[in-house]
């Protein structure tokens, strides 16, 4: 089994910046895609940002120039630095992970940007 950990929500004014971070453990075998997910209240969950294995990211319009995913592969961590947050990026964001044509989430975590 595959446990998913995130942090690093919080509140922040329009304009800031927050890190969220999440870390894998368990039974982790040929990682394919880390990456994050979002849903707004009343809203679907939808794609904010994903790095693929061999390298490539992969990046939602609404966050492109302010969002940058990372990975440590060592440590089976990504990242999701947010920079210039909107209002419109309230939301509560999900880490995602594939692997061996399963996929894993975490257990989210609130990210709540005030105008």
């Known amino acids: 089994q595959v446990q998913l950990v995130e942090s690093g929500g919080g509140l922040v004014q329009a304009g800031g910046s927050l890190r969220l971070s999440c870390a894998a453990s368990?039974?982790?075998?040929?990682?394919?895609?880390m990456g994050w997910y979002r849903q707004a209240t009343g809203k679907g969950r939808e794609l904010v940002a994903t790095?693929?294995?061999?390298?490539?990211?992969n990046y939602a319009d609404a966050v492109k120039g302010r969002f940058t995913i990372s990975r440590d592969k060592a440590k089976n961590t990504v990242y999701l630095q947010m920079n210039s947050l909107k209002p419109e990026d309230t939301a509560v964001y999900y880490c995602?992970?594939?692997?061996?044509?399963?996929?894993?989430w975490g257990q989210g975590t609130q990210v709540t940007v005030s105008s």
């Open positions: 368990g039974s982790i075998f040929s990682i394919n895609v």
């Open positions: 995602l992970l594939t692997a061996l044509d399963k996929t894993y």
């Open positions: 790095s693929i294995n061999r390298g490539n990211t």
